[in-house]
């Protein structure tokens, strides 16, 4: 008589396999193939991994030591650093590089051509003055309203070509004193020596000073605030 | 075997792996089925890492394993913090059989994925009894011993599974 009932005993029965699905009915039996499922031979499909995990176990093994402690592998199936503390450590060293350059152009240290990038977006930035400019280069070298002066220089109707020329170059460079220009037809023609001046714009002689005038004032244009004619 | 293993011994493993992996597959993927094999990996790797400190025959190894399949799935629960809320609709019980298998007209027979997927039902507690009871064969001690829970918890848990499991095939019947 095939028992149909699930009391406590034919479970336990059931779960040490004293019972089949044979020996029960109804329900119970159906209960029972379920059962039996679990406990089929292994399939083909639950062992393909074998050769894999079977070389990392054997790897695992040789690598653990004898005295005990066991040295843990590293995980080889993904970094051991999480995608979130990449992200943490280079941007911390982004603003550590960042931080160490901006101390260095503060001290005056960086090479010329960092310096004046540093000091350009500073001012840029509304902190004028906090990092210097090289020295010998850059909009720092030449001090505020020095446009200005050139211009007003170069339009000054009551000097010659050369002293506009030596006054040009003093503002320009600081120096009071210029060589004293080549003697010939050209030193007549005061406004060639003022163009060699202010960096060899004009090689032609014979040019008038308001020539030199438009001279100074580009040099205004360029290097500081625009000349007020 | 075990002594051969600890030793790295490539056929003891191979016989390890073939002895248990079976069961222990069965068990994550009752649990945990889209991750049952990369956790069952994990799970023999760990104990390949900690096999020469293990101490006891085979039957003791394959509760070991067990202990750390299952907390292997705890902490992947914990890290992925999410459970299983929505159960794959119920199939018919007729539709689970195995083509493979001659069929009888008495006895349906069940294929052990759908079985598994079944058991995978049951709460969390329940399903843990039943499969360490069923897949390994291990009795109500060592079950309990790996649950963390006193015998007489674990005898009423496994009758309450099998009872529910009954219910469910009679609805699905």
């Known amino acids: 008589?095939?028992?149909?009932?699930?009391?406590?005993?034919?479970?336990?029965?059931?779960?040490?396999?004293?019972?089949?699905?044979?020996?029960?009915?109804?329900?119970?039996?159906?209960?029972?193939?379920?059962?039996?499922?679990?406990?089929?031979?292994?399939?083909?499909?639950?062992?393909?991994?074998?050769?894999?995990?079977?070389?990392?176990?054997?790897?695992?093994?040789?690598?653990?030591?004898?005295?005990?402690?066991?040295?843990?592998?590293?995980?080889?199936?993904?970094?051991?650093?999480?995608?979130?503390?990449?992200?943490?450590?280079?941007?911390?060293?982004?603003?550590?590089?960042?931080?160490?350059?901006?101390?260095?152009?503060?001290?005056?240290?960086?090479?010329?051509?960092?310096?004046?990038?540093?000091?350009?977006?500073?001012?840029?930035?509304?902190?004028?003055?906090?990092?210097?400019?090289?020295?010998?280069?850059?909009?720092?070298?030449?001090?505020?309203?020095?446009?200005?002066?050139?211009?007003?220089?170069?339009?000054?109707?009551?000097?010659?070509?050369?002293?506009?020329?030596?006054?040009?170059?003093?503002?320009?460079?600081?120096?009071?004193?210029?060589?004293?220009?080549?003697?010939?037809?050209?030193?007549?023609?005061?406004?060639?020596?003022?163009?060699?001046?202010?960096?060899?714009?004009?090689?032609?002689a014979g040019q008038t000073g308001s020539e030199a005038s438009e001279l100074g004032a580009g040099n205004a244009d360029r290097r500081g605030p625009p000349s007020s004619d | 075997v075990l002594e051969a293993a600890r030793d790295g011994a490539e056929w003891a493993l191979v016989r390890l792996y073939r002895t248990f992996h079976p069961k222990l597959l069965r068990y994550l993927q009752a649990r945990e089925p889209m991750e049952a094999e990369d956790l069952a990996s994990e799970v023999w790797l760990e104990a390949a890492r900690g096999l020469r400190r293990f101490e006891g025959d085979e039957s003791a190894f394959q509760g070991w394993i067990f202990v750390i399949a299952r907390r292997r799935l705890i902490d992947f629960r914990r890290r992925a913090d999410r459970r299983r809320s929505q159960p794959v609709p119920v199939e018919s019980f007729s539709s689970l059989k195995d083509s493979s298998e001659p069929e009888s007209e008495a006895i349906e027979i069940v294929s052990t994925e759908a079985a598994l997927e079944m058991i995978g039902r049951l709460p969390p507690d329940q399903a843990d009894v039943l499969l360490l009871r069923i897949i390994t064969g291990l009795d109500v001690a060592e079950v309990a011993r790996i649950l963390g829970k006193r015998p007489g918890t674990v005898r009423v848990l496994q009758h309450r599974a099998l009872k529910r499991l009954l219910k469910e095939v009679s609805d699905e019947a």
Do not use: C
């Open chain 1, 1 to 204: 008589m095939p028992v149909k009932r699930l009391d406590e005993t034919t479970a336990q029965r059931l779960i040490t396999e004293e019972l089949t699905p044979e020996d029960l009915g109804g329900e119970v039996a159906r209960l029972a193939a379920l059962v039996e499922a679990l406990r089929r031979p292994a399939h083909s499909w639950e062992l393909q991994m074998e050769k894999q995990t079977v070389a990392a176990m054997a790897v695992a093994v040789e690598s653990s030591s004898t005295n005990g402690r066991v040295v843990h592998l590293p995980y080889l199936g993904r970094s051991r650093m999480s995608r979130a503390t990449r992200i943490k450590v280079g941007l911390l060293a982004v603003a550590g590089l960042l931080a160490l350059a901006t101390g260095l152009a503060v001290a005056g240290h960086l090479p010329e051509a960092a310096q004046n990038a540093f000091a350009n977006a500073a001012e840029r930035a509304g902190l004028e003055g906090l990092i210097p400019h090289p020295e010998g280069g850059g909009p720092g070298v030449l001090h505020e309203g020095v446009g200005e002066e050139v211009s007003d220089a170069a339009t000054d109707d009551s000097t010659s070509g050369s002293d506009k020329a030596s006054e040009i170059t003093e503002i320009t460079t600081g120096e009071d004193k210029v060589p004293e220009p080549p003697v010939g037809p050209q030193s007549e023609t005061g406004a060639g020596n003022a163009a060699a001046a202010n960096g060899g714009a004009s090689e032609t």
